[in-house]
Structure formats: structure tokens, C-alpha cells
């Protein structure tokens, strides 16, 4: 993504590992897209009336994943705390939303593809934190 | 504001306190629009370049208190553990966005107001973790 | 609200009427968050089959009204055709997701509030693009 | 990226040419993370007070392709009315942010690389409006 290209050639590179950092970013804003996509196919569905967990979850997960894909892609003068705080509230709306969407797996490919997503984000944002003090 | 006849209308109120939720709700909205306006004020300011750290949790507060106002909004098949990492994140970006902001209250009264509304919403994220269980 | 105030104390205040301004930021946040807990309000209803055209615009209303809001919200160094074709694109949102509510009025109080909301900001937005020359 | 694989899983394909709403999802997606991306970069720069007007508008360009792309995602019961003005709010937005990042592309990487995904995002919607009738 171009955003990876920005950051590359930002004034004042921040100390955190560059890889984990882009990695998260990246799954993030997969995953923000992908959960609203996931969320509007739900309800397209015949049975909406059985997906309205992971509708909800769907939603929560994009807006979270949303946040914390902007506040990374900050890189001058960050506050750890704030990004370590958004980072952990990411990781467990993608962690709900990965487990809601796996129980409609086999029978929604939008949830089987969404659920792989999340479980990608929240794989990368647990990344993050070990690396990031 | 509006958003509270919404909800009291809602055909599946939660268990959570309404009181605390609907206070915490208000004061993210508020405080979201509050540090995207800060964050304009201080980037209009001829010592923007003494304001970089206050845009930057300005803007990270913003994001932080938009996804939570979102999430605390809805009602319909809540995961508390989804709930509580997201006020916690919101804490903790109103508490640092709020300290920088008060650095510059004496010089900036848009810093001065900004930094009173990321207390009230850091008060009021506490003050509903501590009734959500 | 509290951006108001630091509207207020804005060191470039643009030269758009301040009424008109502050009035459309206002209805702007109030929709967006409106909305978002109507969207989640039809979800949490038995018919939510029925429900599904208006939760679809609820959610593009809020999202078009949150981007209006913020960058109206924005004082410095605007540039009127961008405020123009948002405060346009935001007015059609309302207007569409007003007329839908409106069909759900009579049985579900959510959607009557919410239509309400929607009407306030489409007025709004068309008596600021009437003063934004 | 993955909302790609979302949409073609959704039970309601809508009539809109997929190549063309693909395309300018994927745009809108990039050119948002790339805009908040650049005003940082422009933040952190030494020369930050000759940068306000861009970092001003990478935040409204970032605004409007974060609204389309997630109003564009949807597939169930679209108003093409609220499509359309979505999409050219957001054209306009990324042909002013464009322009302005243009005129720092020679002194800044992160303004040239952000310039041309302006660009791409503009005529990906204005393709996009070309054929949705």
C-alpha cells in the first residue's frame, strides 16, 4: 500500500521495529474494510435475524481497527501508553469478531474470508505489543 | 442530543448503568469534535511548530473517542470485554491528550476548553468501567 | 457544545457566517451519532428483515455526516469547493436516509427521531451552501 | 486485498460495473491511509508552517475517501443518488489535495507519493461515475 511508501519517507522515523509496525498497520486497514464489507453482506443475507452478533461485532471490529490503523500510521511524537492501549482494544474486538465470524464460516464465505482477517490483525497488533515495549 | 431519545427507544436496552453510559457516550462525542478542532486551532497558530505534540494526541484522541462513542452507541448484542479494552483505550488517549493540552492552556484558550473536555470524557470512561463489571 | 467554543477561539476564523457554520456542525454530529444507534436500534428489532433498506442508509448518512462534520469542523486554509461537494454529498445522505426513517415512523419511535435528525441536518446543509457563495 | 474477496462473496451483487467499484474502493482505501499519513509527515517536518493549507486538506481528502469508501463497500440496497454525490465530493477533495501536495513534491517524497494517489483515487472515481448511471 502507498501508505507504506509515506511512512518510509516520514521526517522522524519512530524507534518502533519498522516491520511489526507496517504489518500492523496493514492489517488493520484490511481488516476495518473487511468487517464493514462482512457486516453489510450479513445483511444481505436471508437469515439476517441469525447474524445479528456478528453484525454488531462486525462493526465494533471496523471501528476499532479503523482507530488504531490512524493512530499508528502517526509517527511524530508518539505516546506509547495511547498506542499501546488502542493497539490491546484492537486485538480483542478483532479476537470477538474473529470467533463470531468463524461460527458462520461454513455456511457464509464472506464470514469464513472475514474471520481470517480478523484473526490476521489481532495476530499483528499482539506482534506489535511484544516488540514495542 | 438526539442520540439519547435513540437509544431510549431502543427495543434492547442493556443491563449496563444508562446514566454512566449515556454521560460517556456524550462525552465522546464531544470530545472526538473538540480535538479535531483543537488540533485545526493549533495547526492555524503562527507557533505551530511548538504545537506539533498537542496536534498529535489531539488527533489520536479524536480517533480514540470517535471509535468508542461508536461502540458505547450501540446496544444490540454487546461483548463486554470489546467494550471495556475500548474505554480503556480512550482513557488513557484522553488523559495524555488532556495533559499536553493544559501545557498550553495559558496561551491558547482553544487548548484551555480542549483540555477541560478530555477530562470530563477520561471521567466519565472511568466512571463507567467501574459499574460495566 | 464544546466545539463551539473552540471554534470561537480560533486565531484564523474563515469568513462563512458562524451561524450557519456552527449550526450544520452541529446537526452534522448529532446525525452521525443519530444514525449509528438507529442503524443498531433497527438490528435489535424482530422485523429486522424489514428494517434492512434503512439500516444500509443510516449507515451512509452517518458516515457522509461525520466526514461533513469534520472538515467543517476545519477553520484553516479552506478550500470552498471541498466544503461545497461535502456539505452537497452529506445533504443527499439525509435526505434519503430521512425519507426512509420516515416509512418506520410509525412503528418504531427510533426511526421517527432519527428521520427528525436527518431533516434538521439536510436543512442545515442547504442554508449553509446558500451563504457559502 | 481481502474486502475484494468480501464483495464477491456477497449475497446481493449490485448492478454497478464490479471492475470499476473494485477499483475505486480500493483507491478510496488507500488514498484515506495515505492522506493521514502525509499531514504527519508534513507535522514532523522543520518547515511545518509552509505546510499548513496541505495538511489541511490531506485531513479533509482523508475524510471524504474514508466516507465513499465505506458507502461505496456496501452492496445491499444502495441509493445511487447518495453513491453519486458521495463520489464526487470525494473527486473534488482529492483533485484540491493533489494540487496542493503537487506543489511539495519536489522538496518532499512523502507530498509526491501522496500527490499521485490523489490522483489515482480522482480518476478512479470519476470512472466510476462515468458508468454508474
Same mark, same amino acid.
Given at each position: 500500500? #502507498? ?30 474494510? #473487511? ?11 436471508? @437469515? ?9 461485532? @462486525? ?13 499508528? #500510521? ?51 497488533? @499482539? ?7
Amino acid at each position: 500500500m #502507498t501508505v507504506q511508501e509515506v511512512i518510509k519517507a516520514h521526517p522522524q522515523p519512530t524507534s518502533v521495529d519498522r516491520d511489526a509496525l507496517l504489518r500492523c498497520i496493514d492489517q488493520c486497514i484490511d481488516c476495518a474494510a #473487511t468487517c464493514t464489507s462482512c457486516a453489510d453482506a450479513c445483511l444481505g443475507e436471508q @437469515n439476517v435475524g441469525e447474524l445479528v452478533r456478528c453484525i454488531r461485532l @462486525n462493526h465494533d471490529c471496523a471501528d476499532a481497527c479503523d482507530a488504531t490503523g490512524r493512530i499508528l #500510521t502517526r509517527q511524530t511524537a508518539p505516546d506509547v501508553g495511547v498506542l499501546r492501549a488502542a493497539i490491546q482494544a484492537c486485538a480483542v474486538a478483532c479476537g470477538a469478531c474473529g470467533d463470531e465470524c468463524e461460527r458462520h464460516a461454513e455456511h457464509h464465505e464472506h464470514c469464513r474470508v472475514c474471520s481470517r482477517s480478523c484473526r490476521r490483525c489481532e495476530q499483528a497488533c @499482539n506482534d506489535l505489543l511484544a516488540v514495542i515495549g
